[in-house]
């Protein structure tokens, strides 16, 4: 059986959970740092992502990129199943080459897979079971497949790129050139960039930018770090740039935006 891109996926589960939420829901979910899949139980929301803008409907799965939403709507109260996660580096990568079905039709049995997959990452939480974790993974990765692609047939142009991104995942925090990028590619720099930027809407340099930002936005929920420290972790050159280009990208500046994990949104 020839392997696919995603027979070897790894998982990070941060938390998951059932709420309610209202209308004041939009304040703690806009370029949240992790995926996340949903279950709509009851009520209805609009979420608007980069290029589409998804009505949240009861009975129906969605799959929420991380830093995807830029707004959302809730005019009446939502109750729905969640759970934030991140990925490994080849997955993610492969992630932005085979793009996931945002919506699919939650199976009968969704809301006990749910409610085990809250208790068993909560109980993994408390006393760091390996079962739990098992659990919790293996159930997540059922909830994933309805979103993914049934058949790749063949890999499409972008899938060259992989080793790429996977290099740009692994090196964000230091200096990459577009040298060094099309050396992975046996390309030369304008080349490379010039195929990079057609491929994917943007150049290198701003993928790696986009990557920094992103990781920054991830320290600034889970980690105690000043904001200078984060800023050249995550490599950039001073604490002002970092600052200028955050805000540039979230439209927060970065002492604002790790308020927001204070009442974590879902």
């Not at 659990?135 to 909830?143: C, D, F, M, R, V």
């Not at 986009?210 to 001073?238: H, P, T, V, W, Y």
């Amino acid at each position: 059986m020839t392997p696919t891109p995603f027979e070897h996926i790894e998982l990070k589960i941060m938390e998951a959970g059932f709420d309610r939420v209202d209308n004041s829901w939009n304040r703690f979910i806009t370029f949240f740092p992790y995926y996340r899949i949903y279950y709509v139980v009851s009520g209805r929301a609009v979420i608007y992502l980069q290029d589409h803008l998804l009505t949240l409907k009861p009975g129906k799965l969605y799959f929420i990129p991380s830093f995807s939403i830029f707004d959302a709507h809730c005019d009446e109260i939502l109750g729905h199943y969640w759970i934030h996660f991140n990925f490994d580096i080849t997955t993610a990568s492969y992630l932005t080459i085979y793009h996931p079905k945002s919506e699919a039709e939650a199976p009968p049995i969704v809301g006990e897979i749910f409610r085990n997959l809250v208790r068993h990452v909560a109980d993994y939480q408390k006393s760091g079971s390996p079962a739990d974790a098992i659990a919790s993974e293996g159930l997540i990765k059922y909830l994933l497949s309805f979103f993914l692609p049934d058949t790749i047939s063949a890999a499409p142009e972008a899938a060259r790129f992989i080793p790429v991104l996977q290099y740009i995942d692994a090196n964000y925090n230091t200096h990459i050139s577009n040298a060094d990028l099309g050396k992975i590619m046996f390309l030369s720099p304008t080349y490379f960039s010039n195929l990079f930027t057609k491929q994917f809407g943007i150049t290198p340099q701003q993928y790696i930018l986009q990557k920094r930002i992103n990781s920054a936005a991830i320290m600034l929920f889970e980690s105690n770090k000043n904001i200078r420290e984060i800023a050249f972790d995550c490599g950039f050159e001073s604490e002002t740039y970092f600052n200028r280009q955050f805000h540039k990208y979230m439209g927060i500046s970065p002492g604002k935006y790790r308020k927001l994990a204070l009442p974590l949104g879902n």
